[in-house]
C-alpha cells in the first residue's frame, strides 16, 4: 500500500512523495525545489526516484524537476497543454497513468492555468486527489490564466468525486482560507470547529493536510456557492443580487482576492 509523506519547501509549499515501501520506489509530485527532495533521498539510500508528476507549470512547482530528472534518471508526467520542463509524458483528461503499480486519472481543471490537471486515485476503499494549486483545504486556486467560469467548472468535476476522498494540495494555506470562510459563513458551526483545529495546529507547527473533499464540501466557501447564505452574502459583498452560482463564485474569488 501506497504511503504519501510531505516534503515542506519554500515558504508553505509542499512536495508530495508518493511511497512504495515494499519495493523502495517512490515519486515526487511538483517538486519546485530538488533540494528537499534529495535531501530525503540521502537519507534513504535505499530508495529509487523513479518518476515526477506535475499539475503545472508555475515555478514553484517544476523547478527542481531538471535537476532531479538528470541525477536519478526519473520520468516526468505534466499536462500536454503547458510547458512542462523535461517532459517525458504529455497527459490529457481521461487519460490513465500507472505508478508504483497504482492506476492514476488525469482530470484536466483550468483556471489556475490554462493546462492545470490533477491526479486522481479511484480506490473505494481509500480514493485520493493531488489537487496542485486548484482546489485548497478551504480554498481554491487563484486565477492567473483561466476564467472564474473555467475554475467553478473544475472544481465542481473535484467536488463530484466520492466524499471520503482525500486532497493533497500543495500549499498551507488552510488558516487564511479559514479565515475568509468564516467571513462568509460567520454562522456554520462547521467552519468555526475547522478553524479552531487548524489555529491549534498551526501554534504547533503541524501540517493541515490532507483535507477530504466531505470537509471541503462543509467548509469551502469555493464548493458552497449554490447555499443560500453563500449566495447572499456574496451579493452583499458585491452589492448586487447574483443570479446563478457560478456569478456568486466568481465574485467569492474576487472578494478573497482582496481579502
Not at 116 to 129: G, R, T
Not at 188 to 196: K, S
Not at 211 to 226: G, H, K, Q, V
Amino acid at each position: 500500500m501506497l504511503k504519501i509523506e510531505a516534503l515542506p519547501a519554500f515558504i508553505d509549499n509542499y512536495i508530495w512523495l508518493l511511497l512504495d515501501p515494499e519495493q523502495r520506489r517512490c515519486v515526487a509530485v511538483d517538486p519546485g525545489d530538488a533540494a528537499p527532495v534529495q535531501t530525503w533521498l540521502d537519507a534513504h539510500p535505499d530508495w529509487r526516484l523513479t518518476d515526477i508528476l506535475i499539475t503545472h507549470h508555475h515555478h514553484d512547482h517544476v523547478g527542481g524537476v531538471q535537476q532531479l530528472k538528470t541525477r536519478h534518471e526519473a520520468r516526468i508526467y505534466g499536462p500536454a497543454a503547458e510547458n512542462i520542463p523535461a517532459r517525458d509524458e504529455a497527459l490529457v483528461d481521461g487519460q490513465r497513468i500507472r505508478i508504483l503499480d497504482h492506476d492514476l486519472d488525469v482530470i484536466e481543471v483550468p483556471g489556475h492555468t490554462s493546462g492545470h490537471i490533477a491526479y486522481y486515485h479511484d480506490n473505494p476503499q481509500d480514493p485520493w486527489l493531488l489537487s496542485g494549486d486548484t482546489l485548497f483545504a478551504a480554498g481554491c486556486g487563484r486565477l492567473f490564466e483561466g476564467t472564474a467560469a473555467q475554475m467553478f467548472n473544475s472544481l465542481g468535476r473535484l467536488a463530484a468525486l466520492p466524499a471520503q476522498t482525500r486532497v493533497y494540495c500543495t500549499h498551507e494555506y488552510t488558516l487564511s482560507n479559514l479565515r475568509f470562510a468564516q467571513a462568509v459563513e460567520p454562522g456554520n458551526p462547521a467552519i468555526a470547529e475547522r478553524l479552531e483545529r487548524v489555529v491549534q495546529m498551526r501554534e504547533a507547527k503541524r501540517i493541515t493536510l490532507p483535507s477530504d473533499l466531505r470537509t471541503e464540501l462543509a467548509t469551502n466557501p469555493f464548493l458552497r456557492s449554490t447555499e443560500p447564505v453563500v449566495a447572499a452574502a456574496a451579493s452583499r459583498h458585491a452589492g448586487r443580487e447574483l443570479a446563478t452560482a457560478e456569478a456568486v463564485f466568481a465574485a467569492l474569488r474576487a472578494w478573497k482576492d482582496s481579502f
